[in-house]
T-cell receptor, first 115, second 112 residues
Framework: GNSVTQMEGPVTLSEEAFLTINCTYT??????LFWYVQYPGEGLQLLLK?????DKGSNKGFEATYRKETTSFHLEKGSVQVSDSAVYFC??????????????FGKGTKLSVKP | NAGVTQTPKFRILKIGQSMTLQCTQDMNHNYMYWYRQDPGMGLKLIYYSVGAGITDKGEVPNGYNVSRSTTEDFPLRLELAAPSQTSVYFC???????????FGSGTRLTVV
């Protein structure tokens, strides 16, 4: 079945450091891929998405490229800020994977950025 | 534009009590979802609905019930609360397959 695996956290970085959060997926079809962010005490917010191979999603300085050959969708940011401290979730939606296209989430990676 | 609204934000229940978590959206989305989030465990799908009058079980439906009488509302019912249902509950909606979800701000439920 479809699944998403993302790197274990927590990840602790200093301000202005480079961020990578790895995400790989297993899917039977051609899924859409998403990154969501959850700030403390809040619900999840869509950060970026990509709907087909080689697409790059970007938002607020974050980027992720849909790599079909490596089944990956790694999240990157060149210079993190304290305000980026949150939990990040990778997710996929595969309409042909038997789950009615419902989003399948990874377990989340907690990021803490220190000043 | 309110998006997805959940009430209440916090609730403490005693074992065996019942309650309804309310969820309403004003975006005319067809699909609605209920998830629970336990610490370090990500999100688990409880129930979902693809339109008014249609509901289906997710990964962890036991102990819960839902109904979808209108496009806007998707309440989640706990009939006999148990400590294992202590969690944060999120409602979400989306227009259709291939679109991302819009989440509510969550209901933090404690069963004692």
């Amino acid at each position: 079945g479809n699944s998403v695996t993302q790197m274990e956290g927590p990840v602790t970085l200093s301000e202005e450091a480079f961020l990578t959060i790895n995400c790989t997926y297993t899917a039977t079809g051609y899924p859409s891929l998403f990154w969501y962010v959850q700030y403390p005490g809040e619900g999840l917010q869509l950060l970026l998405k990509a709907t087909k191979a080689d697409d790059k999603g970007s938002n607020k300085g974050f980027e992720a490229t849909y790599r079909k050959e490596t089944t990956s969708f790694h999240l990157e940011k060149g210079s993190v800020q304290v305000s980026d401290s949150a939990v990040y979730f990778c997710a996929l939606s595969d309409p042909y994977g038997g789950s009615q296209g419902n989003l399948i989430f990874g377990k989340g990676t907690k990021l803490s950025v220190k000043p | 534009n309110a998006g997805v609204t959940q009430t209440p934000k916090f609730r403490i229940l005693k074992i065996g009590q019942s309650m309804t978590l309310q969820c309403t959206q004003d975006m005319n989305h067809n699909y609605m979802y209920w998830y629970r989030q336990d610490p370090g465990m990500g999100l688990k799908l409880i129930y979902y609905s693809v339109g008014a009058g249609i509901t289906d079980k997710g990964e962890v439906p036991n102990g819960y019930n839902v109904s979808r009488s209108t496009t806007e509302d998707f309440p989640l019912r706990l009939e006999l609360a148990a400590p294992s249902q202590t969690s944060v509950y999120f409602c979400a909606s989306r227009l259709g397959v291939g679109n991302g979800y819009t989440f509510g701000s969550g209901t933090r439920l404690t069963v004692v």
